[in-house]
């Protein structure tokens, strides 16, 4: 690997564990240590998730609709906003405040995705881009680490601001590395070409599954380790269940690549989403340790997979319009995940459990795993070809 895609490369794993595994989903480790205080309820827990949900929808909204002359500075205001939102969850208090919060920091995880994602993907190979999406995995293992150790040494609040220090560190690396060697990089809009009805077929059946598998697998997203903690009374269980996640996450993306090159990329979604699907319900159907293990492995070996086939699926599909298409899926992925915490909430609160919460999650994600072969069909392969030529 030549130097300069190591360090494009490693500066776009930083900006994933800023912007997605700390940004996004640092709530996640956090939330019963917020819940215990009384703070909010299954309910307002809800809300908090969907309202970063809805700027992450916005944010990949807008980016398929405006012109980005400069893309670095784009991404330097994402990491910017990121750091300074998780350091503001441990300086405000009140719902109303971490509402705003979350829905900024959703914003600008939308804003670096979607641009480190465009800025990088063109110099990656398939096993490189796996290495780059896993920077979301190593985002979530540290947090499993961190959230613990910054426990013993203050209340939730200083948990959040150590947390928002180490994405001080690591957006300084990544702005280094991807914006501040790459300032000059501009992108103008470019018009799709015109593609067959097959084409614009299989996106829009990408666009439907990607959709449900935002809608269920974010359940499991925001509530897993709050769900832990009421099955096991092992100290730190819910930090190790989210360790587990990371640490499936970080080699998954590399894994399912290589099985894409032998399967193809509509038949490895599938698997993977099928999985995914067990991962969710085991928890709740078997009710112990192991399972909560298992299913955080099942969880985390899948979810980043699965948002990187569905990436590299629709630039296959569209390879000279990557920003547009990208931010399309991500907005109905967005969409789901909002419509997820908030339906979630309300039946946690409601049934005082979090069975039909899940199960409902695990259902959605078979949904969209099954509706990729039926809907593409047998012949994508072929059709691409033609499109192509």
């Given at each position: 690997?030549?130097?300069?895609?190591?360090?494009?490369?490693?500066?776009?794993?930083?900006?994933?564990?800023?912007?997605?595994?700390?940004?996004?989903?640092?709530?996640?480790?956090?939330?019963?240590?917020?819940?215990?205080?009384?703070?909010?309820?299954?309910?307002?827990?809800?809300?908090?998730?969907?309202?970063n949900y809805l700027g992450y929808l916005i944010g990949a909204f807008i980016l398929t609709l405006v012109q980005v002359?400069?893309?670095?500075?784009?991404?330097?205001?994402?990491?910017?906003?990121?750091?300074?939102?998780?350091?503001?969850?441990?300086?405000?208090?009140?719902?109303?405040?971490?509402?705003?919060?979350?829905?900024?920091?959703?914003?600008?995880?939308?804003?670096?995705?979607?641009?480190?994602?465009?800025?990088?993907?063109?110099?990656?190979?398939?096993?490189?881009?796996?290495?780059?999406?896993?920077?979301?995995?190593?985002?979530?293992?540290?947090?499993?680490?961190?959230?613990?150790?910054l426990a013993q040494n203050g209340g939730w609040s200083d948990i959040w601001k150590g947390l928002g220090l180490i994405?001080?560190?690591?957006?300084?690396?990544?702005?280094?590395?991807?914006?501040?060697?790459?300032?000059?990089?501009?992108?103008?809009?470019?018009?799709?070409?015109?593609?067959?009805?097959?084409?614009?077929?299989?996106?829009?059946?990408?666009?439907?599954?990607?959709?449900?598998?935002?809608?269920?697998?974010?359940?499991?997203?925001?509530?897993?380790?709050?769900?832990?903690?009421?099955?096991?009374?092992?100290?730190?269980?819910?930090?190790?269940?989210?360790?587990?996640?990371?640490?499936?996450?970080?080699?998954?993306?590399?894994?399912?690549?290589?099985?894409?090159?032998?399967?193809?990329?509509?038949?490895?979604?599938?698997?993977?989403?099928?999985?995914?699907?067990?991962?969710?319900?085991?928890?709740?159907?078997?009710?112990?340790?192991?399972?909560?293990?298992?299913?955080?492995?099942?969880?985390?070996a899948t979810f980043m997979g699965i948002t990187m086939l569905f990436v590299a699926y629709a630039k296959d599909l569209?390879?000279?319009?990557?920003?547009?298409?990208?931010?399309?899926?991500?907005?109905?992925?967005?969409?789901?995940?909002?419509?997820?915490?908030?339906?979630?909430?309300?039946?946690?609160?409601?049934?005082?459990?979090?069975?039909?919460?899940?199960?409902?999650?695990?259902?959605?994600?078979?949904?969209?795993?099954?509706?990729?072969?039926?809907?593409?069909?047998?012949?994508?392969?072929?059709?691409?070809?033609?499109?192509?030529?």
């Open positions: 690997m030549r130097k300069n895609t190591l360090i494009v490369l490693l500066g776009g794993i930083a900006a994933m564990m800023v912007a997605m595994g700390i940004g996004r989903f640092a709530f996640t480790p956090i939330l019963p240590i917020m819940m215990e205080h009384h703070l909010f309820s299954a309910a307002g827990a809800g809300y908090l998730a969907s309202s002359n400069n893309r670095s500075i784009l991404l330097f205001a994402g990491l910017i906003i990121n750091i300074a939102t998780t350091w503001g969850m441990g300086e405000f208090h009140g719902l109303e405040a971490w509402l705003l919060l979350r829905f900024l920091s959703g914003l600008a995880s939308a804003a670096v995705f979607v641009i480190a994602s465009s800025m990088i993907m063109d110099r990656l190979s398939a096993k490189q881009a796996g290495l780059f999406y896993g920077g979301v995995g190593g985002g979530i293992l540290l947090t499993g680490v961190s959230v613990p150790l994405s001080l560190i690591l957006g300084l690396a990544a702005w280094y590395s991807l914006g501040g060697r790459h300032s000059g990089a501009k992108t103008a809009i470019t018009s799709p070409h015109q593609t067959s009805p097959a084409v614009r077929r299989i996106l829009i059946c990408l666009t439907i599954a990607y959709g449900l598998e935002g809608l269920g697998y974010i359940v499991t997203g925001t509530y897993l380790v709050a769900y832990a903690k009421t099955v096991s009374s092992i100290p730190n269980m819910a930090s190790l269940s989210w360790m587990l996640v990371g640490i499936a996450a970080a080699p998954s993306c590399i894994i399912w690549s290589m099985l894409a090159s032998r399967w193809g990329k509509k038949w490895t979604l599938t698997v993977a989403m099928l999985l995914q699907s067990i991962g969710i319900g085991i928890p709740v159907l078997f009710h112990s340790e192991a399972s909560i293990f298992a299913g955080a492995i099942l969880f985390g569209y390879p000279t319009n990557n920003r547009r298409i990208i931010g399309l899926l991500t907005t109905f992925f967005g969409l789901g995940q909002i419509i997820g915490p908030l339906i979630a909430g309300h039946l946690i609160s409601g049934n005082g459990g979090y069975l039909t919460a899940l199960i409902g999650a695990a259902f959605i994600v078979f949904l969209g795993a099954v509706s990729l072969p039926l809907g593409i069909g047998r012949t994508d392969r072929q059709r691409l070809e033609l499109a192509r030529s």
